[in-house]
């Protein structure tokens, strides 16, 4: 066997130490040994992914009261601080010069922070160490990824949203790092420190968003990665939609307006993320995930009867920051049940009507309350998820959250349009994913504003040529299912089948359009049609007309808004620019 450095053998037990050693890996060796020193962990266990390894780390996670047992045997619960319920914008930074819309420190002085705050973190810890691909572990464009940290909660997340891939790992040096602690949980000292290198720092933050570094934290590095390398690297759910026959679309909508709700609607191969390339000049995408972290608000049997189906049959769930009810079951806000009396919740003992101490009513779940879960707990999954070629995308949609102006569905004129018009214009009402006054209009290319780690302007210009290379481009569509009028929203939960299907409709040549300035709408007759197919419903002339009027004065000022962003930013390609002024009404 390999002479392991002490701080490792002093910590693996003979079983750990002959699993490392397998992996004849010294760089791996050299990697955890320094971050063992660094943290200084009691022992180090290595989640190789089998069966016993998750039993191992679902009873750590109990016993150090991270996840607490619910009647459901396969069913727990975990609380994060009442602080630390969603993404933390500014504790989140890229270690890089600086980058316009993204928090950055200089490279020195923030790995000297957080190092800090790591240092001895893990004392009387256990730290366990997961090996992950992202994508298929079986295609060659997987990439690896190695997760430290204290916390087993963190772990078994991971081991439920990614593929376990440690053989992978024998010789291998290119792997992205991810080292988190819990530390103090003392919010004042949270980090998360992104190396585009190629390693994320995070302690004293266990919301899974900024903890299981394999979700966003990896994002921001695979990000990087493609903009360097010529690939996309999206934060897009990805889905099949029938017509004659399957089609693969991508949809980028930020958190809280629609994403989930929409993958729901096809056969499902990602809910969040998306890794798409150029094989042989066709656009293939596959999920890096393996699993769904998504938000449990609203959720109810009657709008969402698939995810409510994963939530109540015998599969593997993690609730987090829902209301534990006496029983041992658990309830969230919009479930459609009665509002319990009392129970526990993120904030600690809670009751119907307990206020915090500003006077404000402590609702029974927080608002950015989740649900983990496996992909294969969905009916609608699509087999095609663990494809290695990925899927062929066909069409693209960019969504967003806005209640004054952008009809519910339009199709880009071509690749450019669609990219900067549609994607890189995306401004939608805040999400409850990030803290801050919701429903504030933001700024949000391509739903990337939180994930963004190179310039917008490098980004584009990414994105741009991507297209051009292709044999085939996706077509782009722009929606929005929350536009209204003085008397409230103008579309049903529901009208999205439609609009999915329009877009399978276009991609096969069935249906019409009609020409405006900001794209192509669908005709009233194509809608009519599709409403009473797929939805068994009439249409109106005047929904249709209330829906797809082009609110011209609302197009004209975001479009302002969006070309003095893109002017203010030193990089901006001048096609964008030009793209903007061509769309300027
Ligand atoms: O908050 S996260 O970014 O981790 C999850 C999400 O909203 O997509
Ligand atoms: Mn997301």
Known sequence: M?????????????????????LNNNYLVTFLSSIVELCEPD????????????????????????????????????????????????????????????????????????????????????????FYSLGPVNSKHRILAVQVTDSAYVIHSELMLYRSAFKEFRGNVNFLRFVHSKGTQDIKKRRIAIDLDGTVYSVNTTYAGNSVGLKKLALRLTLNMAVKEGWLSEHMAI??????????????????????????????ISDDLAFIRNVEGSPRAWNPESG??????????????????VLHQNDEVIFSNV?????????????????????????GEWWKGKKDENGKPIPASHPNARFTVRLTSFRNLDPRYEDPKGVEVEAMIFGVKDYNTLVPIAEAFDWGHGVITMGASMESARTSAVLGKSDEME????????????????YLSNYLDFGKRLSKTPRIYSANYFLKDEKGFLNSKEDKRVWLRWIADRLEGKADSIRTPIGYIPTYDDL???????????????????QFTIRLKGYKEKFKRIKDIYLSIEDTPSEVIEILDRQLL
């Open 292 to 309: 769904v972290f998504g938000i449990i608000h609203g959720i109810n049997s009657r709008d969402d009867p698939i995810i409510w189906e």
């Open 239 to 268: 889905i099949g939609i029938d017509g004659e026959r399957t089609h693969y679309i991508t949809a980028s909508f930020p958190s809280g307006s629609g994403k989930t709700s929409t993958s729901m609607l096809g056969k499902l």
């Open 43 to 130: 022992s180090v266990y290595l989640v190789e992914g089998t069966g016993e390894d998750l039993e191992y780390v679902k009873r750590r996670a109990l016993e150090n009261g991270e996840e607490i047992p619910l009647r459901n045997r396969n069913h727990t619960i975990h609380f994060d601080h009442p602080l630390d319920q969603a993404r933390a914008r500014e504790d989140t930074f890229i270690l890089s010069g600086k980058i316009p819309f993204v928090n950055t420190k200089p490279k020195e002085e923030g790995l000297k922070e957080v190092l800090g705050i790591l240092k001895g973190s893990m004392r009387n810890r256990e730290m366990f160490v997961g």
């Open 323 to 347: 209301l534990l009810k006496p029983d041992g079951t658990v309830y969230w806000e919009g479930s459609g049940e009665p509002e319990p009396e009392k129970g526990v919740n993120f904030a």
């Open 528 to 546: 009519f049609r599709l409403f009473s197919q797929v939805l068994g419903k009439g249409y109106s002339r005047e929904s249709y007309e209330a």
């Open 2 to 22: 390999e002479v392991f450095p002490e701080s490792l053998r002093g910590r693996l037990s003979s079983s750990m130490l002959s699993k490392l050693n397998q």
């Open 443 to 458: 700024f949000n290319p391509m739903a990337l504003l939180d994930f963004i780690s190179v310039s917008l302007g490098k």
